[in-house]
């Protein structure tokens, strides 16, 4: 009882100095392929990039000590981070307070729903997701990771659209107006690091050595090169007013908002003192303020892409302030410093004293030092309702994405793996991970690769990699600061090619057409829809479902005869003769409400296209169930076939359906002399009254009991 409750007591069963040791080391390695991977993976879910550490803090440890899998690495990861993004973008700006609290609640939400499948022992749940759906999902979520981070490699800025190719196509107009080629320097060479050592030693840390080599040199070079300055330092009227105009604009957006958060209220009221003239009144101001905002938000956009746009050169005077004109414009006796110069514009309102100038590249910036607090996150029942649903599909996709890394591990090891276990471990890491700040995590199969090569083996190697991001975020924070942006982005595009998997198209396609067709609507609805993921993943899910009620309602139904093999097989498939007399049908699935009628057309077709037909051998070995409207259905066919001058007999009636049929009384009516064990039984016992005064020379099922 103790084990179950704490699993990881397992774990000190004949554990040894070498078995630490060996967990150190993988504890160690992990650690330092996940710091910098983690903050990739908080910026990729719209997350300040330090995030990324807290939730490499308590999940990776709370999950190894109560999951089943000793070597599973968990944290942040690519898809449940894009997923966290998708969900949180209509309810609030990226990195913003609000934004950040609704993902700490998401994580929180993720947790609960994951620890309450494993407690109720449902993980099977999670086969609603169908592996060419999550195939499909995969390989354009890849697609989608590794083009959303275009902007950082360029060292662009755009807004972001209604779709993903719409923001992709900014990103590259952008990008052909200006790129900023230190940053994609930076950027390609992240990338050569990685590659280069990669193919040199698996073993070295190739992420670790790419982050520091770039993070010194961004150091050394200057890369990030920013200043504040007074609006009235750039010498372009045409900005000023841009400026205040996007301010004003601003400012209208949050008076409006406020208006719309009161009438909400007076929403709420209203229908609770059943009001209906008055709960008209509001819902007709709300949609009037929603246009408004809508127009505003518009107009910002218009704003903030103009002054985005515009490239300056800059004047340093002698007591170092700066001056900026257009680019290629310094008025003469000046010289400019060399750099180009544009506007840090976000989604807040611009200091018109403090106006952040950018003559460099981007860098992660000041990361906080110290743990995070431990709080339980605000919970607002508005919020949750609308949260519910992304939830559930983040909490189903990260868990298929963590058992498949666990099961693939398992077969190398031996390990025994409770899948609801799993569930219990990854649920406790995200509950405890969002107490932490954390967002929703999941199992990491390039981490857990990792952990597997470095020989660890308990889930002590997760606790030392959680103790390592601890000694970072209390020491360490300051040498993260000139980490570049394009870097992460690069890390992340690195990571991600390996969800690309342009087989397990083909393969679902070979397995069955329709799965492989799935997948590629799946595929091409989750690119469409992006960033909206959940619906590429709702289309698929209702595929698969839609086509497994097809194959239930429509189950194949054939007509048996003598193979070469003496087997008896379906006669449309290896073209073989049927007998004029004994129709052998096989039903290859359940008999219950939605084909009862299905089998019995299929049967007064066979009766209605052969005049010469006597019995009809109903061949049972597919039916593994029966409900009261097959019951019934089965009743009437009996009835209407003896009633029509013929007979039927069943064959390899299995125990469950043999059970229906006593409690019906239905075995009575079809007659104890007319239910056989086996097909072979029913064919001897039958075929002779079959072809009394038949004409038939040769019989196709004959061969079993020799029949001339």
């Given at each position: 009882m103790l084990t179950k409750i704490f699993p990881f007591i397992d774990w000190f069963k004949g554990y040894d100095m070498p078995s630490f040791r060996a967990d150190a080391i993988s504890g160690l390695t992990v650690a330092l392929v996940l710091i910098p991977q983690s903050m990739a993976y908080a910026q990729l879910a719209g997350m300040p990039a330090y995030y990324g550490l807290y939730a490499s803090f308590l999940p990776p440890m709370v999950a190894a000590l109560f999951g089943s899998s000793r070597q599973l690495a968990t944290g942040p990861v690519a898809v449940v981070s894009l997923m966290t993004a998708a969900s949180l973008e209509p309810l609030a700006t990226a990195g913003s307070e609000g934004y950040i609290a609704y993902a700490i609640l998401l994580a929180l939400m993720v947790g609960v729903f994951q620890f309450s499948l494993g407690v109720l022992k449902?993980?099977?749940?999670?086969?609603?997701?169908?592996?060419?759906?999550?195939?499909?999902?995969?390989?354009a979520a890849a697609i989608i990771i590794a083009s959303s981070q275009l902007s950082k490699m360029f060292g662009v800025y755009v807004d972001k659209a209604e779709h993903h190719y719409e923001t992709i196509i900014r990103v590259v107009e952008s990008a052909f107006h200006y790129t900023h080629w230190p940053t994609l320097v930076m950027g390609v060479l992240a990338f050569g690091i990685m590659i280069s050592l990669k193919r040199i030693s698996p073993k070295i840390p190739n992420v670790l050595v790419a982050v520091a080599v770039t993070t010194l040199l961004s150091w050394g070079l200057g890369f990030n090169h920013d200043t504040k300055v007074d609006v009235t330092a750039i010498q372009i009227p045409a900005i000023q007013e841009s400026v205040v105009k996007f301010n004003t604009t601003l400012d209208l957006i949050e008076t409006l908002s406020n208006e719309r958060t009161a009438l909400g209220n007076l929403m709420d009221e209203a229908k609770a003192a059943n009001d209906v003239i008055g709960t008209f009144d509001v819902e007709h101001d709300k949609q009037v303020i929603n246009v408004r905002i809508s127009r505003l938000?518009?107009?910002?956009?218009?704003?903030?892409?103009?002054?985005?746009?515009?490239?300056?050169?800059?004047?340093?005077?002698?007591?170092?302030?700066?001056?900026?004109?257009?680019?290629?414009?310094?008025?003469?006796?000046?010289?400019?410093?060399?750099?180009?110069?544009?506007?840090?514009?976000?989604?807040?309102?611009?200091?018109?004293?403090?106006?952040?100038?950018?003559?460099?590249?981007?860098?992660?910036?000041?990361?906080?030092?110290?743990?995070?607090?431990?709080?339980?996150?605000?919970?607002?029942?508005?919020?949750?309702?609308?949260?519910?649903?992304?939830?559930?599909?983040?909490?189903?996709?990260?868990?298929?994405?963590?058992?498949?890394?666990?099961?693939?591990?398992?077969?190398?090891?031996?390990?025994?793996?409770?899948?609801?276990?799993?569930l219990i471990g990854q649920g406790l890491g995200n509950i405890l991970g969002a107490c932490g700040k954390s967002y929703p995590s999941s199992g990491s199969f390039s981490r857990s690769a990792v952990n597997l090569q470095a020989g660890a083996v308990t889930g002590f190697s997760s606790v030392i990699t959680s103790l390592m991001v601890v000694i970072v975020l209390l020491f360490f924070t300051p040498l993260l600061y000139n980490l570049p942006q394009a870097v992460l982005a690069a890390v992340i595009m690195m990571a991600v090619i390996g969800l690309v998997n342009a087989s397990g198209f083909i393969h679902a396609w070979h397995a069955q057409k329709y799965d492989g067709i799935i997948s590629i609507i799946s595929f091409v609805a989750t690119l469409a829809f992006a960033p909206h993921l959940d619906k590429g993943i709702m289309i698929g899910v209702a595929?698969?479902?839609?086509?497994?009620?097809?194959?239930?309602?429509?189950?194949?139904?054939?007509?048996?005869?003598?193979?070469?093999?003496?087997?008896?097989?379906?006669?449309?498939?290896?073209?073989?003769?049927?007998?004029?007399?004994?129709?052998?049908?096989?039903?290859?699935?359940?008999?219950?409400?939605a084909n009862a009628s299905f089998l019995e057309d299929k049967i007064s077709d066979k009766i209605a296209a052969n005049d010469k037909l006597k019995h009809i051998i109903l061949v049972c070995n597919g039916i593994n169930d029966m409900d009261a409207s097959g019951e019934e259905s089965l009743s009437l066919l009996v009835d209407r076939i003896r009633s029509g001058g013929l007979d039927i007999s069943l064959c390899g009636v299995n125990e469950s359906v043999m059970a229906v049929m006593k409690r019906t009384h239905l075995f009575e009516k079809v007659g104890a002399d007319h239910i056989y064990p086996t097909m072979e039984a029913a064919i001897c016992d039958v075929h002779e009254l079959a072809h009394q005064d038949g004409e038939e020379e040769s019989c196709p099922l004959t061969t079993a009991c020799r029949i001339a």
């Open positions: 449902l993980g099977l749940v999670v086969n609603f997701l169908s592996h060419p759906v999550v195939n499909g999902f995969t390989n938000k518009h107009d910002a956009h218009l704003l903030r892409t103009d002054m985005r746009a515009l490239l300056m050169s800059g004047v340093e005077a002698s007591d170092g302030s700066m001056t900026f004109y257009p680019l290629g414009s310094v008025p003469a006796g000046m010289e400019a410093d060399g750099r180009t110069w544009r506007v840090k514009v976000g989604n807040k309102v611009l200091d018109t004293t403090n106006l952040k100038m950018m003559g460099g590249g981007a860098v992660v910036g000041t990361v906080p030092s110290g743990i995070p607090s431990i709080s339980i996150p605000d919970i607002d029942l508005k919020t949750v309702l609308h949260l519910l649903p992304f939830a559930a599909i983040i909490s189903l996709l990260g868990f298929m994405e963590a058992i498949s890394i666990a099961k693939a591990m398992a077969a190398k090891t031996g390990q025994r793996l409770d899948p609801n276990q799993e595929l698969s479902l839609a086509v497994f009620l097809y194959k239930s309602m429509r189950p194949r139904v054939s007509t048996l005869s003598r193979h070469e093999d003496e087997a008896l097989r379906c006669a449309d498939e290896f073209g073989l003769d049927e007998c004029d007399h004994i129709a052998m049908v096989r039903f290859d699935g359940p008999v219950f409400f």
